[in-house]
């Protein structure tokens, strides 16, 4: 009888998608994407306070935030984008990282994968505007 293992190396993709619609136009929704100033005003989860530290909106560029917790503990992330397609698709690498931008594992989530691919998608109909991304593990 043959016996099959599975060793820690192999690799398995998973994805997950997350759709949301907008009452605003897709510019719009694009620049609360991409401007510091509007990113910080509500990237995070409820009751975090984030700060932009660099957002370089460029292939190849980093998107470097910090977030601190209601219990003052903070964690940083970062994205490196991969294709930027204004105002219609963002596609970039999202990890958690220290303050050195070296990646770490998700404060939070010791089983959160190092790094991710990610696409953000947006579609305008009739002034609203549908955000549809998908990532890859």
Not at 8 to 16: K, L, R, Y
Not at 115 to 130: D, I, K, N
Request: net charge neutral; hydrophobic share 40%; with cysteine.
């Amino acid at each position: 009888m043959a016996v099959r293992s599975t060793s820690a190396a192999e690799s398995v993709e998973t994805e997950f998608s997350i759709t949301r619609v907008f009452d605003a136009p897709r510019a719009l929704v694009w620049k609360a994407f991409t401007e510091p100033e509007r990113l910080e005003q509500w990237w995070g989860p409820r009751g975090f306070t984030t700060h932009v530290l660099k957002l370089e909106l460029r292939p190849g560029g980093v998107f470097l935030y910090s977030q601190r917790m209601p219990d003052g503990r903070e964690m940083f992330g970062k994205w490196v984008y991969r294709e930027i397609v204004a105002p219609e698709r963002l596609v970039v690498v999202t990890s958690f990282c220290d303050e050195k931008e070296n990646p770490v594992r998700h404060p939070l989530g010791p089983n959160w994968p190092l790094e991710m691919l990610s696409s953000s998608t947006l579609t305008e109909h009739q002034g609203r505007t549908t955000l549809t991304v998908r990532a890859i593990r």
